[in-house]
C-alpha cells in the first residue's frame, strides 16, 4: 500500500494505492494466494472448470490457484480476458483454458468499482461460458462488490483495505514521517 495521490483503473482518485503486484507475482506470494484462493473458492461451494479475469492483475492470482487446484489433484484451469480482442491470430478476447460452457470463477486484485471484473464477467457470458462467482484479492470498500453482487454473482474476498491498513500501520505512519 503506497500514499499519495493516485489514478485508480475506475477513474476515481485516491490518497492511497494498493499494488497486489508486489504479491502476486513474488515466489512466496504466488504460493499463498493459490493455497488461500483455492480454499475459499472450496469453502464457498464453487466448483469452477476455470478461474480468470482481466489481464494483467488477475492474472498471476489465476495462475496460483490453478498450480495449487493441480497440487491438490482437483485441477481448475486459468484463463486471461484481454481489454480488447486481437486484430490477428484467431482475434481471441479470452486466452488460455477457456472453453464454452466452462463454468468460471473471475478473479480480481483489487474490487473498487466492480468495473473490471463485470467487464471480464461480459466477455465470459459472450463466449458462453457461466460465471458462477468472483474472488477478489483486496475490497478497498468502496462498493465494488455490492455492484458485483447486485448483479446475481457470489462475491469471496480475501482482504479488505481496512485490513491491510491494520496491518501495515506501523510502516504507513513511518512512511509519512519527515
Wanted: with cysteine; charged share 25%; net charge negative.
Amino acid at each position: 500500500m503506497r500514499l499519495g495521490d493516485f489514478e485508480l483503473a475506475s477513474g476515481r482518485r485516491s490518497d492511497y494505492y494498493i499494488d497486489c503486484r508486489t504479491t502476486t507475482m513474488h515466489a512466496q506470494g504466488q504460493v499463498l494466494i493459490g493455497r488461500v484462493g483455492l480454499e475459499a473458492i472450496q469453502t464457498a461451494g464453487l466448483r469452477p472448470d476455470a478461474v480468470g479475469g482481466l489481464t494483467m492483475g488477475a492474472d498471476p492470482i489465476a495462475y496460483a490457484i490453478a498450480a495449487e487446484s493441480w497440487r491438490e489433484s482437483m485441477p481448475i484451469h486459468a484463463f486471461s480476458v484481454r481489454k480488447r480482442a486481437k486484430r490477428h491470430g484467431r482475434g481471441q478476447l479470452i486466452e488460455g483454458c477457456f472453453e464454452p460452457g466452462a463454468r468460471v470463477v473471475i478473479v480480481e486484485d483489487v474490487i473498487t468499482t466492480g468495473g473490471s471484473a463485470l467487464k471480464a464477467c461480459e466477455a465470459v457470458n459472450q463466449a458462453r461460458g457461466e460465471v458462477i462467482g468472483v474472488l477478489g484479492l483486496v475490497d478497498r470498500e468502496e462498493g465494488g462488490c455490492g455492484t458485483i453482487e447486485g448483479a446475481g454473482l457470489p462475491t469471496i474476498v480475501l482482504y479488505t483495505a481496512t485490513e491491510l491498513k491494520a496491518i501495515l500501520k506501523p510502516e504507513l505512519e513511518g512512511a509519512d514521517a519527515p
